[in-house]
């Protein structure tokens, strides 16, 4: 394969995109790693710590992990490796509003690569995140230009969608993300605040009342989404720990048109696990926003 062959761009995504490892490997996915600061020790999602021995961590022994920014020496580490036998890439971040992983990746990318990779922030996280990456690596393999791929980006991030619901609030609530007050009163009224990032930033514009509440909520969405999209789109239903309800809300989604579509279950890794810890359920899609289908 020649080196101007449609393989000569690399694709690099930060670990926050919670992309299975098969995915990765199948389209050559470079990562850039996000180290999990435990009270006793580091350990970074994709090298030495699975997501079922993260969850685990974070339930039965109680820890409250951190995360943080990648060193310069990582990224350095991480070009280099990219850039090994490739000319030119194009690296894709969590929200620049929800971390700075974006913001010192512009920065290194200068310093070290001088140009060759192009950064873009995904405004989103985990797997609308991840559901950028897997369309821009397929825009890759189809063999599209790097000019392309950026211009289609620039029109896909906007409507890259998430509804979700987690389990427990404690999780959001160690995080930093909710209140005090918020927590304890969802907690007594089994509230269930519903999810979504809107132009990078953490929104939960409404809430729901029980387990029950949430599926119903999230097949009634499906259903809208699939009527919505057209046939061989893809649509992730997102799950922490939460394997069971996650592949029932796919067959009901499934069977919710005569469309097909690719429905695909992924798991929300440590980066992300973090903050919404086990039991979360969703759903991540291209297309309409929730308003706009649920109207």
């Known amino acids: 394969m020649s080196k101007k062959s449609k393989s000569n761009i690399v694709l690099i995504a930060d670990s926050a995109c919670d992309l299975p490892e098969e995915i990765i490997e199948e389209y050559g996915i470079v990562i850039l790693p996000i180290s999990i600061y435990f009270p006793e020790e580091t350990r970074t999602q994709y090298v030495d710590i699975t997501t079922e021995e993260f969850f685990r ?17 990582v990224y350095m580490q991480t070009f280099e490796k990219a850039l090994k036998n490739h000319d030119e890439g194009i690296m894709i971040n969590i929200s620049g509003d929800l971390s700075g992983i974006y913001n010192y990746g512009l920065i290194y990318e200068k310093q070290f690569t001088n140009g060759k990779i192009t950064v873009v922030d995904s405004r989103n996280a985990t797997l609308p995140f991840g559901l ?30 998430l509804s979700a619901f987690v389990g427990d609030l404690k ?16 907690n007594l009224m089994q509230y269930k605040p519903l999810i979504t990032i809107v132009d990078g930033k953490l929104q939960s514009p409404t809430r729901v009342r029980g387990e029950a509440a949430t599926m119903d909520y999230l097949k009634n969405l499906g259903e809208k989404v699939t009527k919505s ?14 394997l069971e309800k996650a592949e029932e809300l796919a067959k009901y989604v499934q069977n919710s048109s005569k469309k097909k579509h690719e429905i695909l279950i992924w798991e929300i890794g440590p980066a992300i696990g973090v903050h919404v810890g086990p039991g979360a ?9 929730r308003d706009e289908l649920l109207k």
């Open 132 to 161: 950028l990456v897997l369309k821009t690596a397929r825009m890759i393999k189809e063999g599209l230009t790097k000019e392309e791929i950026l211009l289609k980006l620039k029109k896909i991030i906007p409507k890259v969608q």
């Open 57 to 73: 961590k974070i339930t039965e022994e109680d820890l409250t992990p951190t995360t943080g920014v990648p060193s310069p020496r």
């Open 281 to 289: 359920l969703g759903l991540s899609y291209i297309g309409k926003t």
């Open 229 to 242: 999209l057209a046939k061989n789109e893809t649509i992730i239903v997102l799950h922490s720990r939460n």
């Open 171 to 186: 999780y959001l609530k160690r995080s930093g993300r909710i209140s005090t007050l918020k927590h304890i009163l969802g």
